[in-house]
């Protein structure tokens, strides 16, 4: 029996015994909780501290249900008491890690609580870089909602109110999480970046922009992430000094 196979037989036995996942709600987080059992051995703390190992070393298409429950020491059917799907599995984990982003207290300077809070975002997701393959999924868990939050009111202190506020927290947003994935998915070894930077060399007359300002050979990842964020936030400032003297776009 193919492990696929053997997943669905195993989630049909346990849905016909056990309790029933929602079947309104596909998000771990809007599902009704499990019920406990007595197994002191195995929780989800357990399941996501296990599953992470196997994410960091391994990545994404090794973690199955089945290899995770064996990695646990128990069966299939004791990990589905737990965590209905393989997507439950990531969703408990992508939220963990952002617990590793540290939150600094609210200050005076919004500029540098984004600034400080965005950075150890990219840094943590770059050290779980099997996270950038999972950029679009809906991420409604504590650890994420705690940082969104942290975003938005700050920015809502600094000034910004409506679409103003909506418009900087996802461009802000889109920055971090476009950052890392460019980063990890980035796999080109210094001789081929010469090699294609020779290339546009070579046909300056299509790309003289490229070719005279060595696009190829630019590899200050986390310089031109400060420099980029900082470009965004002087937008930002501006916006809100703007607002200011119109009366618009600030809070009460």
Known sequence: MSSAVNEMQITRNRAKGGRRADAAARNVWLKPAPTPRDEPTLNRARIVDEALA???SEGIERLTMRRLAERLGHGSTTLYWHVDTKDDVLDLCLDAIYGEVPLPEHTEGWRGEITFVLTGWRTVMLR?????????R??????ILARMEFLQASLLRAGLTDAHLA??????????????????????????REQAQQHLSAHSDRYPTLAA?????DDDWDGTFTRSLNYLLDGIEAQIERGAARGIGRTP
């Open 54 to 56: 196997l994410l960091d």
């Open 128 to 136: 779980h870089r099997w996270s950038t393959a999972l950029v679009g």
């Open 138 to 143: 809906p991420m409604i868990g504590p650890n």
């Open 167 to 192: 418009a900087a927290t996802w461009g802000l947003y889109n920055h971090v999480i476009g950052s890392a994935v460019s980063r990890a998915g980035w796999h080109m070894p210094a001789e081929e």
């Open 213 to 217: 300002h060595g696009y190829m050979l």
